[in-house]
């Protein structure tokens, strides 16, 4: 039997975490969303994520800068931090040379999320 993975997911919108989780659960893929900043950390002590996907524009307390928290966590747990924004690609670029996340994915591209996904789960990002 094959070891699933977990993908958590992060952000403020209920839609887009329900929307998310339907997209990428599967027979390999476990997905764990977490509504806004507030309580992430504990919450991924608890899940230990293989990958963590995190929205950007969160209100109170910005993806960018709930990354600045919670790095020294996932570079422990070894969990990728992928920001999924709908932000465009420049700017996402340039937050994630500014915070030290591992890459980006934009939101509305489902092919782009799921190869990304599975890339990063691979291990190709790594």
């Known amino acids: 039997m094959q070891h699933k993975q977990t993908v958590m997911v992060i952000d403020d ?20 969303t977490h509504q806004g900043s507030f309580g992430a950390t504990s919450r991924i002590k608890a899940v230990k994520p293989d990958l963590l996907l995190l929205d950007v524009n969160m209100p109170a307390l910005s993806g ?3 990354t600045d928290i919670i790095k020294p ?13 709908s932000n465009d690609e420049e700017t996402l670029r ?5 915070h030290g996340a591992q890459g980006y994915i934009c939101k509305g591209d489902v092919t782009a999320l ?5 890339a990063y789960l691979a291990g190709v990002h790594k």
């Open 13 to 32: 919108d209920d839609i887009h975490l329900y929307t998310t989780s339907e997209l990428l659960s599967s027979s390999r893929i476990d997905v764990v």
């Open 64 to 66: 960018a800068n709930l």
């Open 73 to 85: 966590l996932c570079a422990e747990l070894q969990t990728p931090i992928v920001f999924y924004s």
């Open 94 to 98: 340039e937050l994630v040379a500014a």
């Open 114 to 118: 799921r190869n990304k996904v599975n």
